[in-house]
């Protein structure tokens, strides 16, 4: 019997699972990945997967999780290289939609993720909980107007997120990309404290 940690192995087995279908979600598309397939790819039962995720949608969950945890590693890099902290936000928004380029972001989490998980994507509201104390920052710098932090936060992710499934639909999304950048400089810049606000109709 191996001496190996319980704990070791479940999670060593956990990691092999996430890993091939990380490859087959990336190459094949969800739809497309067979269960069999991946579990022999990954030298594992088809058991092991139902064991440790519940069912296919439970592994692509996890799935969208790890990468999810990667992009906003990233997004923390460019925030950490910013003295400014204005332009520090400005930049962590902008790189959220370059990483609407990216394939594997674009067919896991914008394509597959949407349309199995739904209202389930597991890093929605850490996504609101991040930009919510960035935003809280910022207001009490005063350098935004004052807001309720989350619910600027909701806005501002809810459009982020649109205007990356927007890039990641289009065969040629450089384009989108371009005119969602453009968008997003103006979208912010009215953020900004001690400008003048016209009011809504």
Known sequence: MSSRPRAEMIEETRAKLIASARQAFARLGYARTSMDDLTAE???TRGALYHHFGDKQGLLAAVVE???SEMDERLEAVSAQIANPWEA??????A???????PEIQRIVLQDARAVLGERLPAQE???DTLSALLEQLLQDQVIAAVAPR???RLINGSLVEAALWIAAEPQPQQRLSEALNALQLLLRGLRANQPHSPLA
């Open 66 to 68: 790890q990468i999810d």
């Open 42 to 44: 990954a030298g594992l």
């Open 96 to 102: 959220y939609l370059h990483m609407a380029l990216e």
């Open 126 to 128: 850490h996504c609101i």
């Open 151 to 153: 619910a600027l936060a």
């Open 89 to 94: 936000f400005h930049e962590r928004c902008r």
